[in-house]
């Protein structure tokens, strides 16, 4: 098999073309192509009037050596990869491992989800405890939230089965490095569980929050099937660790309700949002460090007005779909300011997981045809701006914590979010009334000033870099946009330190802290490949 990159056809090509420029490309006769598929599928669209498909194809040639022979100086064109996910421990290699002895994966979001599913397909039968309750419960519990102000702290847009990337834009792609091509493993089991097809080829892959749902039960039964086995409603409330130094050794999981596992090997794939737990393994001695993560406001503006920007006459075009954007502002106080986490035809939603505090987040569906475009607009900060409690490996929850009381204060103290339109942000002066465009946060958002819901500085940064925002995309600076705060969730707050050599703590043996959570891991692709390393790592250790 072949791999051809760079193939180069209009927006509007016929089917057949495809395959016309691969005859092209190779020099070759029809007969002599036996068949192709395509590897990845993206566009060009700096000339919007001229929207180009790019392709990378694998090939099938009555005679691939002396087609790479000839094009050997062709970068373009070289033998495919094996992609396939090969185990790294199974079979005769765990045979002599204690049975009785089950690995325990704390989560169930992307990270948590596919390291059961590795270790189930290894035959290591594992045991996943999840804190919150099963996916439609919890979607239940979420949408109650957004319509009758009622918060279930432990069954929210953060807790629950499938973890905080439910209820997202469902993006499948990630700028890691990923050698191994676990990324394709994740997104093959997604099909099996019954995302589209069209995720193993176009070039910014989404699922939405709707078939997420269908896919996180699907693979749960799947684990199940292997020999796992859930527990919902579980959380972990403490660890028992023996030994000092070198020598200490996880040995067990107690549950809120008092049982106590035992386990020697335990994934740690917690989410970013556990502050808790995080409190909980920072006592018991678990190293872990403060890390940067970013604060700012969820900004909506008509998706149509994206689509015109991007597209051009082209707007609207099944293939390209919804447009998104990607900005960065570097402002003159040395802060970037950056978007994060954009949702084409989607809505912002109230994500908090604890009382008495207002949190946002994008959402959208497989269809992104919602009215509103909406994007964090964030501004990074690091462990030197941590002024609540400096130096402590958990001030950035801290942080959070007073940006989302304050928040949730700016709003009235019902839950709904405060807001601002954008030119009044700029001017620093207060919003009275909305324009053209209409919110989409539910419970509702509650229109004040802003200026005092940041940091001095991430507010400066922000109102420079929203009129520069305008130069890269026409009609941003719009003056009734819509900012909706507070987005402090950006990533996880802390790093749980892991060893390079086999991933377990940097302190504690046996325990794995993988994805979000542990500060390895930003958004679903990247979680659910890490869970996939992780469980790798755990069988090795059982295995000797």
């Not at 050997?72 to 790294?88: I, K, N, R, S, W």
């Not at 979420?142 to 847009?157: Q, Y």
């Not at 008092?258 to 970013?272: D, F, K, Q």
């Not at 018991?284 to 969820?298: D, N, T």
């Amino acid at each position: 098999m072949l791999r051809i990159n760079e193939l180069k056809l209009p927006l509007d090509h016929a089917d057949a073309d495809l395959r016309e420029a691969i005859l092209a490309r190779l020099g070759i006769a029809g007969a002599d192509l036996l068949g192709f598929s395509v590897f990845k599928r993206s566009y060009d669209a700096r000339k919007r009037s001229a929207i180009v498909l790019i392709y990378a194809v694998d090939a099938e040639l009555r005679d691939e050596a002396a087609v790479l022979a000839r094009l050997q100086h062709d970068a373009h064109v070289l033998p495919a990869p094996d992609t396939g996910y090969t185990f790294v421990a199974g079979g005769e290699q765990l045979q002599g491992h204690d049975r009785n002895e089950r690995p325990v994966v704390i989560g169930t979001g992307p990270c948590g989800l596919f390291a059961a599913l590795i270790l189930a397909q290894m035959g290591l039968r594992p045991l996943i405890l999840e804190r919150g309750k099963v996916v439609r419960e919890r979607t239940v519990d979420t949408f109650g939230f957004w319509r009758k102000r009622e918060l279930n702290p432990e069954s929210n847009v953060q807790y629950g089965e499938g973890g905080a990337g439910t209820f997202s834009d469902g993006k499948l792609y990630s700028q890691i490095k990923d050698p191994k091509h676990y990324g394709r493993k994740v997104l093959t089991e997604f099909v099996k569980a019954g995302a589209p097809d069209e995720i193993m080829y176009v070039s910014k892959p989404h699922i939405g929050t709707f078939r997420l749902v269908k896919m996180v039960e699907q693979m749960r039964e799947n684990i199940i099937a292997l020999g796992g086995e859930y527990r919902f409603e579980s959380k972990v409330s403490d660890i028992e660790v023996e030994g000092l130094g070198e020598a200490r050794q996880i040995r067990g999981v107690t549950l809120a309700s008092g049982e106590h596992i035992p386990t020697r090997h335990v994934v740690l794939a917690i989410g970013h949002s556990a502050r808790d737990t995080f409190e909980m393994l920072y006592e018991r001695g678990v190293y872990i460090e403060a890390k940067p993560f970013s604060v700012g406001f969820r900004v909506e503006h008509p998706q149509s007005l994206i689509d015109a920007c991007r597209f051009g006459p082209n707007a609207g075009n099944k293939i390209l779909g919804a447009a998104d954007y990607k900005l960065v502002h570097h402002a003159a106080n040395g802060r970037s300011v950056y978007s994060f986490c954009m949702c084409p035809g989607g809505t912002v939603v109230a994500a908090a997981s604890e009382p008495g505090r207002v949190v946002t987040n994008g959402m959208s569906q497989y269809s992104r045809n919602e009215r509103n475009a909406n994007s964090a607009i964030v501004v990074g900060i690091t462990p030197a701006d941590f002024v609540d409690n400096p130096g402590h490996p958990l001030a950035g929850i801290a942080l959070q914590r007073r940006l989302e009381e304050g928040a949730f204060a700016l709003g009235g103290g019902t839950y709904d979010a405060p807001g601002q339109l954008m030119g009044d942000f700029v001017k620093g002066r207060a919003s009275t009334a909305f324009g053209s465009v209409v919110p989409s946060f539910k419970p509702a958002v509650h229109l004040t000033d802003l200026a005092t819901a940041l940091p001095d500085y991430a507010i400066i940064a922000m109102r420079e870099a929203f009129p520069a925002f305008d130069k890269q995309i026409r009609g941003y600076y719009q003056e009734d946009a819509v900012l909706t705060g507070v987005e402090t969730r950006t990533s996880s707050p802390i790093r749980i330190k892991r060893r390079d050599d086999n991933l377990q703590s940097l302190n504690t043996r046996g325990l794995f802290p993988a994805g979000e959570g542990a500060g390895y891991a930003g958004g679903i692709l990247s979680a659910a490949v890490d869970g996939i390393k992780v469980a790798e790592a755990v069988a090795l250790s059982m295995a000797g």
